[in-house]
């Protein structure tokens, strides 16, 4: 019997990874330092179903493929699914996904929006994997496609029809469920509220580092101090 792996994220985000016994063929390697994306998808099943990893695999079988094409997938209940290993190269974003990472929320976004659950899972496990890879952003299918193409380094034929994530589901609320998008300043004087503290936080920036840090509001009379995490690293959640 294979046993869960239990991440530990914090008091108020933690994610249990379910391992699964997929049997894939022969599959690229993906090297760590060139992941860059995190790649939220909606399974887009029928009538929102709840698919598993297990599922998906034998419909991406059934198709040819090696399997199914995400390193992760959560269920409506929020359980969180190991599917590809991440060592290797998904095939869920063409032509990106020597860089990405796939992480797929079972359903269908163009039905209904993603479920509590699932939403608390992605926060978690988008935060872990956040620090084991080098990742500049988190993003949904559709738009990345869109702007690697309008960056010219994703070539046109690889535009996709899908509205993946989905049109009931909104990467902006999951963007700052997760912080923020990645390499995007704040605006001086945001608040936003961090499950890592009990008060509200204000922001200013050190401007040796180039970096933005978090103050607690309650001492702005004083100089400000720097708290233990960074802006491109906190995981925030609104009030």
Same mark, same amino acid.
């Given at each position: 019997?294979?046993?869960?792996?239990?991440?530990?994220?914090?008091?108020?985000?933690?994610?249990?990874?379910?391992?699964?016994?997929?049997?894939?063929?022969?599959?690229?390697?993906?090297?760590?330092?060139?992941?860059?994306?995190?790649?939220?998808?909606?399974?887009?099943?029928?009538?929102?179903?709840?698919?598993?990893?297990?599922?998906?695999?034998?419909?991406?079988?059934?198709?040819?493929?090696?399997?199914?094409?995400?390193?992760?997938?959560?269920?409506?209940?929020?359980?969180?699914?190991?599917?590809?290993?991440?060592?290797?190269?998904?095939?869920?974003?063409?032509?990106?996904?020597?860089?990405?990472?796939?992480?797929?929320?079972?359903?269908?976004?163009?039905?209904?929006?993603?479920?509590?659950?699932?939403?608390?899972?992605?926060?978690?496990?988008?935060?872990?994997?956040?620090?084991?890879?080098?990742?500049?952003?988190?993003?949904?299918?559709?738009?990345?496609?869109?702007?690697?193409?309008?960056?010219?380094?994703?070539?046109?034929?690889?535009?996709?029809?899908? $509205?993946?994530?989905?049109?009931?589901?909104?990467?902006?609320?999951?963007?700052?469920?997760? @912080?923020?998008?990645?390499?995007?300043?704040?605006?001086? @004087?945001?608040?936003?509220?961090?499950?890592?503290?009990?008060?509200?936080?204000?922001? $200013?920036?050190?401007?040796?580092?180039?970096?933005?840090?978090?103050?607690?509001?309650?001492?702005?009379?004083?100089?400000? $101090?720097?708290?233990?995490?960074?802006?491109?690293?906190?995981?925030?959640?609104?009030?």
């Amino acid at each position: 019997m294979v046993s869960s792996v239990s991440l530990d994220l914090g008091s108020a985000m933690s994610v249990t990874i379910i391992p699964t016994s997929l049997s894939f063929g022969t599959l690229r390697a993906i090297s760590p330092a060139a992941v860059k994306y995190l790649v939220v998808h909606t399974e887009g099943a029928p009538r929102n179903r709840d698919g598993s990893a297990a599922s998906m695999h034998a419909y991406h079988q059934k198709r040819g493929w090696s399997g199914i094409g995400y390193h992760f997938v959560i269920r409506q209940n929020g359980r969180v699914e190991r599917a590809r290993p991440l060592n290797r190269q998904g095939a869920h974003v063409q032509g990106a996904n020597h860089m990405a990472l796939g992480i797929c929320c079972s359903g269908n976004g163009d039905l209904a929006d993603f479920t509590a659950e699932q939403k608390r899972s992605l926060v978690g496990l988008i935060h872990h994997l956040r620090s084991e890879f080098p990742v500049t952003e988190v993003v949904g299918h559709r738009p990345l496609v869109d702007k690697l193409i309008a960056a010219g380094t994703l070539d046109r034929r690889f535009r996709t029809g899908k $509205t993946c994530p989905g049109t009931r589901v909104s990467m902006q609320e999951l963007q700052e469920l997760i @912080g923020v998008e990645l390499g995007s300043d704040p605006e001086p @004087g945001t608040r936003r509220w961090s499950n890592h503290f009990t008060e509200w936080l204000i922001l $200013t920036r050190f401007v040796a580092d180039d970096e933005w840090y978090f103050v607690r509001e309650s001492r702005l009379a004083a100089a400000p $101090t720097r708290a233990h995490a960074r802006w491109s690293q906190m995981p925030l959640a609104p009030a």
